[in-house]
């Protein structure tokens, strides 16, 4: 017999021995009924050694969180135009006192402090709304009118933050908006503070980091769709709010329920220490691309001695790569950003303000917030780069590295939204790729495929369930959700795995620490109990959002929806020329690709469409349908009408609700 006989064999053997010792553990043990809702003896401890570890008993933030408090707002529901219900402040009722069992107690903490909702007086002329989105409005007092920072998500929550501000400091109109990055959070609500005519008319600036449009129409546009459907497991937005569902993201409560929109920027500003004047405050910019965001600035605002660190410093560990999907992000530039502002503005600020969570007060607290966020990002960086020189995978960096003194004294660099665990893997793929350099890994079968073939090896599905249940029993969730996923994978009607691959998330959800971990968890686990839910979704793709994008990039957005084997003629080019907009744009619409060109049109043209704009919008939409575009006279055709129809009928609408946590 050969070496690789012997190696087959034994491994043979090993494989049925595992199947048959934990088929006879299973048969001793109560395997049949998977706990629901409740924290096992595994997860109960797990949790209590947290709060053992952790000073969670101290108080400063919480006097941070709730200094200056000015108003709330009266009703307890924020609704859209139809009556939906956009927000509501009482479904956080319930995070108070000490965490329950199925609740990690840090992540506790951090969401009782993001619950503190109202009006705040950073100090005399900065505000912020906190508590009724998933970021914080700034708001500040110029000469004439209010300068708004970072609009919130929805635009009904802006709105309602806004009539707070005007309701309790006296109304003003907006002069001047900001939006620090170009995650939607932070402008999708810019159309409840400030109407886009009303702006142009009297010249209000809107401030974006340099990239800022491109960046936000790839994130909400090219890949809308697949990053929003994660989101929904990451934000937990189909999740009922309680202990044993979803109790906030750690970056903020959670995802507001309404509509998002976007006015495209006035200006995007570049450079360090680029100085703005907006309505009599001076803002001098600090440049932080490639951090949190592809396109982000902060800002000090000197005559307040005060600095904005938009969502690169915030009362987080941030994610190197978040769960719903994004480009990688630089951890060694994050941090140098940081250190940027602490060296220039350390020294020069007596507070410190973001778009996310409370400020932190103190000329000395500023400098040591800094200097603590500055070192969590270099740490993960450095030391995921030091072990992989020395032949380090992703998976094994992210098992070896423990957590630096420094998360034990700032709660703020804990992992409420990113991870050590995720970032480490992040910061390896930044630099060496998803590979982990294991000539099997590089091309195997895809889970779909590789499933059975792990059921089979293992003895079949009744074997793999009661190697998973074994794995239940003795608190390894990680390796029993695993198991599970297996068998789920091989036959997703397998009643049992699908219970019991549930159970395991949601045990791993209730120790999660990380928010974002959780909710994706408990959104995987009710995914497998309940189905796919049929709400709650944030679509960035709106009327309202679809106005504020560049007519090239919007086509950059139709290519990627492109289906080249829908096709049903020869290649041929299309001209489209916008009457309101004086704008032209051609389409090589070819065998693979239909290629955007920007200011272009050509005689040899199957087609020319000649409309409006916004009447585009409708068609992309599908509001109107060309037919009733042409009648009204806004839309007109010369040559092929059929070459258009090719084209549009090419075009592809994804599902939203694509299965992600079983085939």
Not at 22 to 41: L, R
Not at 129 to 143: F, K, N, Q, T
Not at 321 to 333: I, Q, Y
Not at 388 to 408: K, M, Y
Request: glycine share 8%; aromatic share 10%; hydrophobic share 40%.
């Amino acid at each position: 017999m050969t070496n690789a006989y012997r190696l087959a064999a034994t491994l043979g053997f090993a494989i049925n021995l595992m199947a048959g010792t934990a088929i006879a553990y299973a048969q001793e043990s109560n395997a049949d009924t998977p706990p629901v809702g409740v924290a096992t003896d595994a997860t109960r401890a797990a949790n209590k050694a947290v709060s053992l570890r952790l000073p969670l008993d101290n108080n400063d933030d919480f006097l941070d969180a709730t200094r200056g408090l000015l108003a709330q707002l009266k009703e307890d529901t924020i609704k859209d135009a139809d009556g939906k219900v956009v927000w509501q402040i009482s479904q956080r009722d319930f995070i108070e006192g000490d965490s329950p069992d199925t609740v990690n107690p840090s992540l506790w903490r951090q969401e009782r402090l993001n619950s503190e909702h109202g009006l705040f007086e950073v100090q005399d002329g900065i505000y912020q709304v906190r508590g009724y989105d998933l970021a914080v409005m700034s708001i500040i007092r110029g000469e004439t009118g209010w300068i708004i920072v970072d609009p919130l998500l929805s635009q009904e929550t802006a709105a309602a933050a806004l009539g707070l501000v005007n309701e309790t400091l006296g109304e003003r109109p907006v002069t001047g908006v900001l939006y620090t990055h170009s995650h939607a959070d932070h402008f999708g609500g810019v159309r409840g503070v400030i109407d886009e005519a009303d702006a142009k008319a009297r010249g209000v600036p809107i401030l974006a980091p340099i990239g800022f449009t491109e960046s936000a129409v790839a994130e909400n546009l090219l890949a809308g769709n697949y990053m929003n459907r994660r989101a929904m497991l990451m934000f937990g937005n189909a999740l009922p709010s309680g202990p044993t569902g979803q109790v906030g993201v750690g970056l903020g409560p959670a995802l507001s329920q309404g509509r998002t929109g976007l006015i495209e920027p006035t200006e995007e500003v570049s450079g360090r220490g680029t100085v703005r004047v907006i309505d009599g405050v001076t803002f001098e910019f600090i440049d932080a691309a490639g951090t949190e965001a592809p396109a982000e600035f902060m800002f000090y605002l000197p005559e307040f001695r005060a600095l904005c660190t938009a969502e690169v410093a915030t009362a987080t560990f941030h994610n190197a790569l978040t769960l719903r999907g994004a480009k990688v992000r630089d951890l060694l530039e994050w941090s140098r950003v940081i250190d940027y502002a602490l060296t220039n503005y350390g020294d020069k600020s007596d507070v410190i303000f973001a778009s996310h969570h409370w400020p932190t007060f103190g000329n000395e607290n500023v400098e040591s917030y800094l200097a603590g966020q500055r070192d969590i990002y270099r740490y993960t960086h450095d030391q995921t780069v030091r072990r992989a020189n020395r032949g380090q995978t992703q998976f094994q960096i992210a098992e070896d590295l423990e957590e630096p003194p420094v998360q034990e004294t700032h709660f703020d660099t804990r992992g409420y939204y990113g991870t050590l665990n995720h970032n480490a893997k992040a910061v390896y793929q930044y630099y060496f790729g998803w590979w982990d350099g294991v000539p099997a890994t590089f091309n195997a079968h895809p889970l779909e495929e590789k499933a059975p073939r792990f059921v089979e090896a293992v003895g079949g599905e009744d074997a793999a369930l009661a190697v998973g249940w074994k794995a239940f029993d003795e608190g390894d969730y990680r390796w029993s959700a695993e198991v599970f996923n297996y068998i789920v994978f091989a036959n997703p009607e397998n009643q049992a795995a699908r219970d019991w691959l549930a159970a395991s998330y949601e045990q791993l959800g209730f120790q999660a620490e990380s928010g974002a971990w959780r909710d994706y968890y408990l959104t995987g686990a009710s995914e497998l109990r309940n189905g796919l839910p049929d709400g709650g979704q944030v679509r960035a793709g709106s009327r309202e959002f679809i106005m504020g994008v560049p007519t090239v990039d919007l086509f950059n957005a139709l290519a990627v929806r492109y289906a080249p084997e829908k096709l049903a003629r020869d290649p041929f080019l299309l001209n489209f020329r916008f009457t309101d907009t004086d704008e032209a744009i051609l389409v090589d619409v070819g065998s693979a690709t239909a290629f955007p060109r920007e200011g272009a049109q050509s005689d040899d043209a199957a087609a020319t469409l000649i409309l409006t704009r916004s009447a585009f919008n409708d068609l992309i939409l599908q509001s109107r349908s060309f037919q009733e575009i042409a009648q009204t006279g806004e839309a007109s055709v010369e040559g092929d009408p059929a070459a258009l129809m090719a084209w549009f009928t090419a075009l592809e609408t994804p599902d939203f609700w694509f299965s992600v946590v079983e085939p």
